[in-house]
């Protein structure tokens, strides 16, 4: 299986500041790894060191085989793709419009965007299936379709990869199911996914391997089945989990 994303024994922090150390991961073409932990427990510093937007304080971070250290911004923009958390959108831009600047990496500093970038944004919001909201601006969107945009916009890169920081935050459950469901049809096609999320139910729906992560540490890593236990969820949020089958899907129930 070729490796699209690999991190061998990383420190992240900022300076001054570690917040995790010794880490390794691999990822290959349809691979989703889900990451679990506390506020704070270091997601988004470990997502963007795995990005490059934060140097690793050691060991180091590898996309198809090629040190992240050694890459152009270019470089590492073409081969992974990056929702960042919370994304708000402050201009009145449409989703077309929106899912085009993910072109920015193929294009030079004062060119526009040609057919073929144009073409590439096309094709991402139909991957999607959302083409009735290309023309719509993308500020009276909703959560949801707001989230669906941004992934499509990581798509028009061209980037095989995907990090994606809680996607499914503060949205509405219809809305979590339908990026959960992109989830699981982009690894079906061949993406390697990092997804981050509060609700570990959400890993046995759409992961096929889990890190769970304490105060920048790994508590566990393996399948979602392996590492989510009530055991290892008291030890990292504090509070009684049990782990339960329900018509074959296993889900996460607080003892309240």
Same mark, same amino acid.
């Given at each position: 299986?070729?490796?699209?994303?690999?991190?061998?024994?990383?420190?992240?922090?900022?300076? $001054? =500041? #570690?917040?995790?150390? *010794?880490? $390794?991961?691999?990822?290959?073409?349809?691979?989703?790894?889900?990451?679990?932990?506390? !506020?704070? $427990?270091?997601?988004?510093? @470990?997502?963007?060191?795995?990005? $490059?937007?934060?140097?690793?304080?050691?060991?180091?971070?590898?996309?198809?085989?090629?040190?992240?250290?050694?890459?152009?911004?270019?470089? %590492?923009?073409? =081969? +992974? *793709?990056?929702?960042?958390?919370?994304?708000?959108?402050?201009?009145?831009?449409?989703?077309?419009?929106?899912?085009?600047?993910?072109?920015?990496?193929?294009?030079?500093?004062?060119?526009?965007?040609? %057919?073929?970038?144009?073409?590439?944004?096309? =094709?991402?919001? /139909?991957?999607?299936?959302?083409?009735?909201?290309?023309?719509?601006?993308?500020?009276? @969107?909703?959560? *949801?379709?707001?989230?669906?945009?941004?992934?499509?916009?990581?798509? &028009?890169?061209?980037?095989?990869?995907?990090?994606?920081?809680? #996607?499914?935050?503060?949205?509405?459950? *219809?809305?979590?199911?339908?990026?959960?469901?992109?989830?699981?049809?982009? /690894?079906?096609?061949?993406?390697? %996914?990092?997804?981050?999320?509060?609700? #570990?139910?959400?890993?046995?729906?759409? &992961?096929?391997? %889990?890190?769970?992560?304490?105060?920048?540490?790994?508590?566990?890593?393996?399948?979602?089945?392996?590492?989510?236990?009530?055991? !290892?969820?008291?030890?990292?949020?504090?509070?009684?989990?049990?782990?339960?089958? +329900?018509?074959?899907?296993?889900?996460?129930?607080?003892?309240?």
């Amino acid at each position: 299986m070729a490796v699209a994303l690999e991190a061998r024994a990383l420190g992240y922090g900022y300076p $001054g =500041r #570690p917040v995790g150390r *010794g880490l $390794g991961l691999a990822l290959g073409a349809g691979d989703v790894l889900c990451v679990l932990g506390p !506020n704070g $427990g270091g997601k988004t510093t @470990l997502f963007r060191t795995l990005l $490059g937007l934060l140097p690793a304080q050691a060991g180091e971070v590898l996309l198809d085989g090629q040190a992240l250290g050694a890459m152009s911004r270019g470089d %590492v923009a073409r =081969r +992974v *793709g990056y929702v960042p958390q919370g994304h708000t959108a402050q201009f009145a831009f449409t989703v077309r419009e929106a899912v085009l600047m993910g072109r920015t990496a193929h294009i030079s500093l004062f060119a526009t965007p040609g %057919v073929a970038d144009r073409a590439a944004a096309d =094709r991402a919001i /139909a991957a999607l299936g959302i083409e009735s909201l290309a023309g719509r601006v993308v500020t009276e @969107l909703s959560g *949801g379709e707001r989230q669906l945009a941004m992934i499509a916009r990581a798509l &028009a890169q061209g980037a095989r990869a995907l990090v994606l920081d809680e #996607p499914t935050a503060s949205l509405d459950f *219809g809305n979590q199911v339908r990026v959960l469901r992109e989830i699981r049809r982009l /690894a079906a096609e061949g993406y390697a %996914v990092v997804f981050s999320t509060h609700d #570990p139910s959400q890993a046995f729906l759409a &992961a096929s391997r %889990v890190l769970l992560l304490a105060q920048g540490g790994a508590v566990r890593q393996g399948t979602p089945a392996e590492v989510i236990t009530g055991d !290892n969820l008291r030890a990292v949020y504090g509070v009684e989990v049990r782990v339960a089958e +329900v018509d074959g899907a296993r889900v996460c129930l607080p003892a309240l």
